[in-house]
């Protein structure tokens, strides 16, 4: 069983910047982020994807956190991140990393709830509250 422990939220003002970190543990054999994923829940909305890589290194990003969050992984500590600029009031969300270990590449619809599909590991998510 794989586990999933997402580390680094809090809260920041708007404008302000976080780190997520994702660390796996347990038995699997090869990389536990075949794919890694990044997703976000607010209070009332559904869970939605915002980050994913595969494992080529290529990500994909939602159009609400392009050319603001980045998505990274090191093989080696078995951790996935998540770097969070410009952070915005509606930034605010409980947020949860993701892994798929079947596969090496997941090409879904980021923004929606379609991408949890995909991934079969989950952390517990970890608050971010950004203030105005």
């Known amino acids: 069983q794989v586990q999933l422990v997402e580390s680094g939220g809090g809260s920041v003002q708007t404008g302000g910047s976080l780190r997520l970190s994702c660390t796996a543990s347990?038995?699997?054999?090869?990389?536990?982020?075949?794919?890694g994923g990044w997703f976000r829940q607010a209070p009332g909305k559904e869970r939605e994807g915002i980050a994913t890589?595969?494992?080529?290194?290529?990500?994909n990003y939602a159009d609400s956190v392009k050319g603001r969050f980045t998505i990274s992984k090191d093989n080696a500590k078995n951790s996935l991140y998540l770097h969070m600029n410009s952070l915005r009031p509606e930034d605010t969300a409980v947020y949860y990393c993701?892994?798929?270990?079947?596969?090496?590449?997941?090409?879904?619809?980021?923004?929606?709830?379609?991408?949890?599909?995909?991934?079969?590991?989950w952390g517990q998510g970890t608050q971010v509250t950004v203030s105005s």
């Open positions: 993701a892994a798929n270990t079947r596969s090496l590449r997941v090409t879904c619809d980021l923004g929606t709830a379609v991408c949890s599909s995909y991934f079969n590991y």
């Open positions: 890589i595969n494992s080529d290194g290529s990500t």
């Open positions: 347990g038995y699997h054999r090869g990389g536990y982020f075949g794919v």
